[in-house]
């Protein structure tokens, strides 16, 4: 259970999103288990509970600095795992685990994105995922019962 009740009400319908929300992770810079690992230090709050109008949903990333150096780890693993490279698509390299783990130790090859801007990276699309679980709730008569419900505990 999460520290935030309103959160566990909605498990089914963050199933739902999570499925909706796929392609937005496929198009984006992170792996699934990058998603994952990024999801786990992610809060959902309603800000402005009190307040219909500007009530909405917001991803709280303060917990990312924690995962953030990690996900290079995973990336590495799942590029050793599978015998090549993590990052698809690179053509100027033989692949293989010595290629994986150099580029996890940031040798040789392009090192990927720096920390500060995985950081923004996941920030952006947590909140992306946090306005779609809104408007999934809208969408399904759920979000006012919701809203009221945070607003009460206050």
Wanted: charged share 25%.
């Amino acid at each position: 259970m999460s520290d935030n009740p309103w959160t566990d009400r909605i498990v089914g319908e963050r199933m739902a999103v999570d499925q909706e929300f796929s392609t937005q992770i496929e198009a984006s810079q992170f792996s699934n288990q990058q998603w994952s690992l990024i999801m786990t230090a992610t809060e959902f709050e309603i800000e402005h509970s009190d307040d219909p109008d500007r009530a909405r949903i917001v991803a709280n990333t303060d917990k990312l600095d924690g995962v953030i150096p990690e996900l290079d780890n995973v990336q590495a693993g799942m590029g050793a795992m599978a015998g090549g490279r993590a990052d698809e698509g690179s053509s100027s390299s033989s692949g293989g685990v010595f290629d994986s783990i150099m580029g996890a130790l940031g040798v040789g090859g392009d090192s990927g994105p720096s920390e500060a801007d995985q950081r923004k990276a996941a920030e952006r699309l947590t909140q992306e995922y946090a306005a779609q679980l809104q408007s999934h709730l809208e969408s399904k008569g759920k979000w006012e019962t919701i809203r009221q419900q945070v607003a009460d505990s206050q």
